[in-house]
């Protein structure tokens, strides 16, 4: 299953039910998906095993040409976007120039775009790189994906392709002080034989220490909402969705589902 890919360096503006019209940057492989996790619910299908340095990602000269270009357009069309987002093929902050990227992205929202917020939909497994993590600040809307709150359900979930650590992730989401939101995935089915489910309460009730913890500035909740590469996966309820967050709510963090 090759899944749901983006095939330009830049694309849309398009309409996200969490950012509003959006922008795209894919930093990412224009044929293959390029990402640290292989999570089971991925639009882009299963991760390839590709070494690094056979995947052609986007010079940052490239990025910011063709950036300043699409903005350009939108400016005169007076079609401009809410957000400028870092998404596409899997994880953009593999992009070995990402902070740079970051400073090129704001520097040229700044002077097309200005009311525009930069944000970026990460796995939150490059937050121990210092580059990274300072480059991550800079951004309106940092969204880092915290899908289980235990490691066990973690590794079934989102099955890391390189080497992650549950608990330091969890503890460099902390590290954010509050500049992060949570971008939170929740499903049922079956996963070689075994049971996949983060909505029981013992699995919400540990996630939702992991968010006590981590503190954000919210947090979005979100169901299936295209093709998976596994297909014993349900598609959670809006109501079953609204209790979890109203757990959330309790905590004084805000949360919002999106489906």
Not at 181 to 201: A, C, E, H, W
Request: glycine residues 6%; charged residues 25%; neutral net charge.
């Amino acid at each position: 299953m090759t899944g749901f890919l983006f095939h330009d360096v830049i694309f849309g503006p398009v309409r996200s039910r969490r950012l509003g019209l959006s922008l795209g940057i894919n930093l990412l492989p224009a044929h293959s998906k390029y990402c640290s996790f292989n999570c089971i619910y991925c639009e882009c299908g299963w991760t390839p095993m590709i070494p690094a340095e056979q995947l052609e990602l986007p010079s940052r000269e490239m990025v910011a040409t063709f950036l300043e270009k699409s903005l350009e357009g939108l400016v005169e069309m007076e079609y401009l976007p809410d957000a400028i987002t870092y998404a596409g093929n899997g994880e953009p902050t593999l992009h070995p120039g990402f902070a740079d990227i970051v400073e090129d992205t704001i520097r040229l929202r700044d002077r097309y775009c200005p009311s525009a917020k930069v944000a970026v939909l990460s796995n939150a497994s490059r937050l121990g790189d210092p580059g990274v993590f300072r480059a991550l600040l800079k951004l309106d809307q940092n969204i880092q994906k915290l899908d289980a709150g235990s490691e066990d359900l973690f590794r079934l979930m989102n099955h890391p392709v390189q080497e992650v650590n549950y608990p330091a992730l969890v503890e460099n989401l902390k590290r954010f002080r509050g500049k992060v939101i949570i971008q939170s995935m929740f499903l049922r089915g079956k996963y070689r034989d075994r049971v996949v489910d983060n909505t029981t309460p013992e699995e919400v009730g540990a996630w939702l220490n992991r968010i006590r913890e981590i503190s954000p500035e919210g947090v979005m909740i979100y169901p299936i909402a295209r093709s998976t590469p596994v297909r014993e996966l349900e598609k959670i309820a809006l109501t079953d969705l609204e209790q979890i967050a109203d757990k959330i709510t309790a905590l004084g963090i805000k949360a919002k589902v999106y489906v």
